[in-house]
């Protein structure tokens, strides 16, 4: 094993590794703090979430790159965060736990007994994608909200991801970050708070189970899931010549997620977006060495996990309206994807449309959030209308 990883070592895939685990974390991380928040967490719960996420994500990238010798990017879910976040009012902490941990099991299950695929057929792309669209909506609209509040640094955050989408699009967010860190002193009232250093203790929280959760929290995550993390990620590995095993990367990916669960692994999935640079040619020209930028992206994520009190601890010192910009410029892309997705059919149009504003509206019913009601609400009136075209 030694001597292999030693044959096909090589700097340019460390640093497509870091990269990939950069432009994972650089915005999304703000995001889980906010959905921790969102529940109820304490600050040393919100350390657990990023300690059982870095460890989840990092072990399973890092050994399912090490089995299956191609790079297998992983993540968290960021449109998943931004369902929690719409959601959390509904729900406690240890109700939602529950919930993430019924998503994982799910995806396990039907990861490993190869059924995934058939029960996302039941469920057009254009409703699933109106769903996640509607509720990802607010996040664009609070961030230009803010200009009222704090016009020149929302305004100069902006200018900079504007022009780096042009000239770096691939850097384009770990700049904004940066940027974003570098004048947040100058335009914010920002103080760092006392940083915690040292090993993070996790914390277990005990799940609780509702019907409610279950219906608006664990199966939109699932379906989120699916949708927006692993058919994505699969289709760009194949991509790029290989052949995914499909059900061992949903079903381990799946599993981690449930023993995690209990320490806020929120979703261990395929990464989507980022896996490109993990996989493309400037890795290695040799494809069957660029798996060595898969273990290195999940040992960065393992580290994080390991050190998250720190992570935890910097991230809170920034103000709220920091949080709020950023996890709007970093849905930019999600929210347009997804949009374009769910109105690109005219025969689907009307449907996505009232699953897009019934999932925007963040109404409830018995305790069941809107994305949950506007994806069902979003299938019957497509049931109807299609029954009417083939009539």
């Not at 609780?208 to 692993?230: D, R, T």
């Amino acid at each position: 094993m030694i001597q292999r990883l030693r044959q096909d070592f090589s700097v340019p895939a460390v640093f497509a590794g870091f990269i990939t685990f950069l432009v994972g974390i650089s915005v999304s991380s703000v995001l889980v703090i906010q959905a921790a928040q969102g529940l109820g967490a304490s600050t040393a719960q919100i350390s657990s979430w990023f300690w059982a996420l870095g460890l989840g994500v990092g072990l399973s990238g890092l050994l399912l790159s090490w089995k299956f010798k191609y790079p297998v990017a992983t993540s968290w879910s960021t449109a998943g965060l931004a369902l929690i976040i719409a959601s959390a009012n509904g729900y406690s902490l240890n109700e939602a736990i529950g919930a993430f941990l019924i998503c994982g099991l799910l995806t396990a299950v039907l990861g490993f007994l190869g059924i995934f695929q058939k029960v996302l057929a039941y469920i057009p792309q254009s409703l699933t994608s109106a769903m996640l669209a509607g509720v990802l909506l607010k996040f664009g609209i609070e961030l230009f909200a803010s200009l009222k509040v704090e016009w020149p640094f929302v305004l100069s955050v902006l200018a900079v991801y504007i022009f780096s989408k042009r000239l770096w699009p691939r850097y384009s967010i770990v700049l904004t970050v940066i940027a974003s860190i570098a004048i947040c002193p100058i335009f914010l009232d920002f103080q760092l708070t006392n940083i915690h250093w040292g090993l993070t203790q996790p914390i277990w929280m005990t799940p609780s189970f509702s019907g409610s959760a279950i219906l608006g929290l664990a199966l939109p995550l699932f379906v989120i899931n699916m949708a927006s993390q692993y058919l994505p990620g699969l289709a760009m590995i194949k991509s790029y010549g290989y052949e995914p095993h499909v059900n061992q990367l949903i079903g381990w990916t799946g599993l981690i997620q449930t023993l995690l669960a209990p320490f806020g692994a929120f979703s261990v999935n395929i990464a989507a977006i980022s896996a490109a640079i993990s996989l493309d040619d400037q890795v290695h020209p040799d494809p069957k060495k660029r798996y060595i930028a898969g273990i290195s992206c999940g040992l960065l994520y393992i580290i994080m996990g390991l050190f998250a009190a720190t992570l935890t601890s910097l991230l809170l010192s920034f103000p709220s309206l920091f949080i709020v910009v950023l996890a709007g410029i970093a849905l930019f892309g999600t929210i347009s994807h997804n949009i374009a997705i769910a109105f690109q059919r005219i025969d689907d149009r009307e449907a996505a449309l009232m699953t897009f504003l019934f999932s925007a509206s963040g109404i409830q019913f018995f305790g069941v959030g809107s994305a949950f009601w506007g994806l069902l609400f979003g299938c019957v009136v497509a049931l109807i209308l299609k029954y009417r075209i083939r009539k």
